[in-house]
């Protein structure tokens, strides 16, 4: 069963760091490209950042400056490192992962259950 499990985010004053991360588990042959999105109250989910497994980044623009994306092969993993959060940085974050596994034909996108950041002003 794959399954993408993220860190937990919380309540965090304006101003702070915060550092999310998400592991993948199951039967993954290949992960291609990484992702975090969120989503604010009332809004639609948006993209943060995405990460392909050689490294490359995209930034949404809102926080392209003060957040970085980062993974590790070798684990599955894929972190989120935010910095100066603001109080509209607030929303579900989600990770999300394409990955190729032995149970279906091609690959997939798979989606974390989410995690809440709150930022307080």
């Known amino acids: 069963q794959l399954q993408l499990v993220e860190s937990v985010g919380g309540l965090v004053q304006h101003g702070v760091s915060l550092r999310l991360s998400c592991a993948a588990s199951?039967?993954?042959?290949?992960?291609?490209?990484m992702g975090w999105y969120r989503q604010a109250p009332g809004k639609q989910r948006e993209l943060v950042a995405v990460?392909?497994?050689?490294?490359?980044?995209n930034y949404a623009n809102a926080p392209k400056v003060r957040f970085t994306i980062a993974r590790d092969n070798n684990k599955n993993m894929v972190h989120l490192q935010m910095n100066s959060l603001k109080p509209e940085d607030t929303a579900v974050y989600y990770c999300?992962?394409?990955?190729?596994?032995?149970?279906?034909?091609?690959?997939?996108?798979?989606w974390g259950q989410g995690t809440q950041v709150t930022v307080s002003s």
């Open positions: 999300s992962a394409r990955i190729q596994s032995t149970a279906a034909w091609g690959a997939h996108d798979y």
């Open positions: 990460i392909s497994s050689r490294g490359t980044t």
């Open positions: 199951g039967s993954i042959v290949r992960i291609a490209e």
